[in-house]
């Protein structure tokens, strides 16, 4: 069973009539399974059972002038009597590294681990700096409900980057991938230098999966699920399966000239894909054009005018 559907599962089973046990509370409070974990994304295995899948979900509480220390504490209490086990699955007793998971949790407290930021209102620096995943643990998962609104409002304000944010971004991995790709890697295989030229690969498909998830308008998630992820986008999924190629694959005689040719091949997709998406006006394969064309579309001067690459 998915850890999103044993949450709900025993949220419906035994936490919708705990909490609302609670009248005075409900009101202000949300409920659901959002946060680190691949079961917070719909990843989780097999193989990921092993660790933090258990039958629990999160309280989201507003802060103490709504909902005070003492009631915080009852509800505590009341989560912690739930059931030890649920559907052959059992309930930690202990707090996983990095703080619980599950329970009650203030919203603010929740925000602020992930972004920074207790109200989810981010700066300029504050887009352009945070790990794209932090950004994805803040509202992946579901919300069963939210009486208060609180965590919904937040949830939308991040739910993905602004438009501009989204194109310096864009940019840098653009330049990344003509780098790294379309230049470097047959520089370094002509040097006979193998183990630089699989950095290059490597470099050159870290930065397309960041293109590709921009391009879908989808936070890219902690990079062990990235494959799996990109997998399911609606747009150059398909690049997947060549990006692995490219990193499994040796870099000698005609493997080499098949990995460029497979670079070439990915970069037109994309620049394809800039094209539909009318980010570009450049009319050309080299993806460094496309990069800085890119970042001349940024509407805010003060962001297009900073570094190509700040936002990589």
């Known amino acids: 069973m998915k850890g999103l559907e044993l949450s709900k599962a025993f949220y419906e089973e035994y936490g919708k009539e705990m ?60 989560y912690a009597k739930l059931p030890k086990e649920f559907m052959g699955y059992k309930r930690s007793l202990m707090q996983p590294v990095g703080g619980a998971r599950h329970g009650v949790i203030r919203t603010a407290e929740f925000f602020a681990e ?27 998962g579901e919300l069963y409900f939210d009486n208060y609104g609180e965590v919904t409002k937040i949830r939308k304000g991040l739910a993905y980057y602004p438009e501009d944010i989204r194109r310096k971004k864009l940019a840098g991995h653009l330049l990344l991938m003509a ?18 030229a699989q950095l290059a690969v490597f470099e050159f498909v870290k930065s397309t999966m960041a ?28 690049e997947a399966e060549l990006l692995e190629y490219l990193i499994t694959s040796d870099n000698r005689e005609e493997a080499a000239e098949e990995k460029y040719n497979v670079i070439e091949g990915i970069a037109a997709d994309v620049i394809d894909e800039l094209m539909e998406q009318n980010l570009t006006k450049a009319i050309c394969g080299d993806l460094e054009k496309h990069a800085y064309s890119v970042n001349d579309s940024i509407a805010d001067a003060t962001v297009r005018n900073l570094h190509i690459l700040v936002a990589v």
């Open 211 to 238: 293109a590709v998830f921009l391009l879908n308008k989808k936070y890219q998630p902690y990079y062990k699920w990235s494959f799996r992820a990109m997998r399911e986008l609606d747009i150059l999924s398909i």
């Open 19 to 78: 909490l609302e046990g609670f009248p005075e509370l409900l009101p202000y409070l949300a409920a659901g399974l959002t946060g680190s974990g691949s079961e917070c994304f719909g990843y989780d295995d097999e193989i990921s059972a092993d660790h933090d899948l258990e039958p629990g979900f999160c309280i989201f509480l507003p802060g103490e002038e709504i909902v005070d220390r003492k009631s915080a504490f009852l509800l505590e209490r009341a």
């Open 179 to 196: 780098q790294a790709g379309q230049y470097n890697y047959r520089r370094t295989i002509a040097h006979g230098e193998y183990g630089a």
């Open 114 to 140: 992930k972004t920074g930021s207790e109200s989810g209102i981010l700066s300029v620096n504050d887009w352009l700096s945070l790990p794209e995943q932090s950004l994805a643990e803040a509202v992946n």
